[in-house]
Nanobody, 114 residues
């Protein structure tokens, strides 16, 4: 059974930083593409960043240069370092894994105050 558990969300002022973590179990972590999506109220869920098993990364244009995704295969954990946060980054952030099929975590709330 796939389990993805996010942590690290919270309330931060604009310009601040947060680091999200996602601990995975029930998957062959090193083979999975791992990613972060987010969903703001009234909006569709959107890709924030993904990292492949080989370490290649992609980012949404809105977060390039501010967010960094990384993974630690020894700890079965993927991270999202978020710097220079903006109020428009406020959303529920979801961890995902993909290897033939996509699995989702429960999400963690990130709120950025102006």
């Amino acid at each position: 059974q796939v389990r993805l558990v996010e942590s690290g969300g919270g309330l931060v002022q604009a310009g601040g930083s947060l680091r999200l973590s996602c601990a995975a179990s029930g998957i062959i972590f090193s083979s999975n593409t791992m990613g972060w999506y987010r969903q703001a109220p009234g909006k569709q869920r959107e890709l924030v960043a993904e990292i492949t098993s080989g370490g290649s990364t992609i980012y949404a244009d809105s977060v390039k240069g501010r967010f960094t995704i990384s993974r630690d295969n020894a700890k079965n954990t993927v991270y999202l370092q978020m710097n220079s946060l903006k109020p428009e980054d406020t959303a529920v952030y979801y961890c995902t894994s993909y290897w033939g099929r996509r699995s989702w975590g429960q999400g963690t709330q990130v709120t950025v105050s102006s």
